[in-house]
């Protein structure tokens, strides 16, 4: 098993500007400024998660290999042993083969001629003079052949444990080798995780400090109650945008307002403010995942750049019911919800109906 080589990087840069005056189009620019930096911060969070994710794999993996080679070499060191102990069983009875071979000899080189004497005057007659040279012969030989066969044996257990020593040493070497690479990949994991902390912490600041904003913002901005026959489509009313000629925040062209955009926060409920039947639910071009809710007589109401829709055409709704969440989909500097009102295909004025 290979471990991967892998460059863990990941940038982080976070550079925050805050602009704070008044008027409307503060909202919208410092809130959406740092909400951008939080994706930003997020996007690269995830990237770390994704890259730690895969670097514990390979830690696994790593271990996993470690594991194998140790057992390999726990299988060598039994082989080993079991070698060690057969030599040693040979080598004692080459001892012994060699401790009675030496008694016979000490006794003839002792007895001398005397010894072949012996045999000679105490056979009975040639033939059985002979045959008991020839079976001292034998056994001579016989002795000789046992210990060349148990030194043999010897040679080769001998041969073998060295042969199991060097693949040991291989085996042990691969290991060290395997454990630096995995100590290596957790000294890789650590950093990872530094830089996952900074990056919560990162988030967390710029989430604190786009609460902190909004909170300006709204002591800053009037609240709207209206006396209208519609509810309010978001908790929040905090208007960022009127109905009527602007400046558009995108192309920077002075331009006719078709609503109004109410700030909120990402995920934020979107309520339909009466009931009615939607005839869309979809992606709407510059509003992004927008609603259009039919209330009859002639009047519809638009709810734009939702995060995510909750109805579907032809769906019937009621006043209050959820029908999307506030995001910044389309064309959109931040969060928020553009609400429009129309009667007879025309635009007008919202805060006439809230």
Not at 97 to 121: A, C, I, P, Q, W
Not at 218 to 224: G, L, S, V
């Amino acid at each position: 098993m290979k471990f991967k080589k892998k460059a863990a990087a990941v940038a982080l840069s976070v550079c925050l500007v805050f602009t704070f005056s008044t008027g409307a189009v503060v909202y919208g620019t410092s809130i959406s400024e740092q909400q951008q930096e939080l994706e930003d911060v997020e996007s690269n969070r995830d990237k770390v998660e994704q890259e730690m994710n895969e670097l514990v794999d390979e830690i696994e993996d790593g271990q996993s290999e470690i594991d194998q080679i140790q057992n390999q070499i726990n299988q060598k060191i039994g082989e080993i042993n079991e070698a060690t102990a057969s030599i040693q069983k040979t080598e004692k009875e080459i001892a012994e083969s060699e401790t009675e071979l030496n008694k016979r000899l000490r006794v003839m080189y002792k007895n001398g001629s005397v010894g072949f004497l012996d045999v000679l005057f105490g056979s009975n007659s040639l033939s059985e003079f002979l045959s008991n040279v020839e079976m001292i012969q034998r056994i001579y030989e016989n002795d000789q052949d046992t210990i060349t066969t148990l030194q043999e044996q010897q040679a080769e257990l001998k041969q073998k444990r060295e042969s199991l020593k060097k693949e040991q040493e291989a085996l042990d070497a691969e290991k060290q080798e395997a454990q630096e690479k995995k100590d290596a990949l957790d000294v890789k994991k650590r950093n990872l995780q530094d830089k996952l902390d900074d990056l919560n912490a990162e988030a967390q600041r710029i989430g604190d400090l786009i609460k902190e904003l909004q909170a300006a913002n709204r002591n800053k901005q009037p609240e709207y109650t209206g006396s209208g026959q519609f509810m309010w489509p978001t908790d929040s009313r905090y208007i960022t945008s009127e109905f009527g000629g602007r400046i558009h925040p995108i192309t920077g062209i002075y331009t006719g307002h078709t609503g109004i955009d109410i700030g909120a926060s990402y995920g934020d409920p979107v309520y339909a403010a009466e009931s009615g039947t939607v005839i869309l639910a979809d992606w709407y071009g510059g509003y992004g995942y927008a609603v259009i809710i039919d209330h009859g007589s002639g009047i519809s109401t638009l709810y734009g750049h939702n995060s995510s829709l909750s109805v579907s055409a032809g769906q019937t709704v009621s006043r209050g019911q959820v029908i999307a969440n506030v995001g910044s989909t389309g064309w959109s500097t931040g969060p928020h919800c553009h609400f429009e009102v129309r009667v007879n295909g025309e635009y007008v004025n919202p805060m006439g109906y809230l």
